[in-house]
């Protein structure tokens, strides 16, 4: 799995920017479409602890990984 800056989502806690990060990594590894990471963090944002994983501020930065984890 390639390594994700787990740090910069703009999630509330540091388990969730982790929680995030695995789902961008994963994202770059199977080279998910915008709307397939969009759903994982949707599903991400229904665990009661990471309501925040759908806040645009979140998705925005998510967005942005992938598109730089595919670049690469």
Do not use: H, P, Q, W
């Amino acid at each position: 799995m390639r390594k994700v800056d787990m740090e910069r989502f703009g999630m509330f806690t540091k388990a969730g920017n982790i929680a995030v990060g695995e789902i961008v990594a994963t994202a770059i590894e199977r080279c998910f479409s915008y709307a397939n990471l969009e759903k994982e963090l949707m599903k991400l944002s229904k665990v009661e602890c990471f309501e925040e994983a759908f806040d645009t501020a979140v998705r925005e930065s998510a967005f942005i990984a992938l598109r730089e984890g595919l670049a690469k």
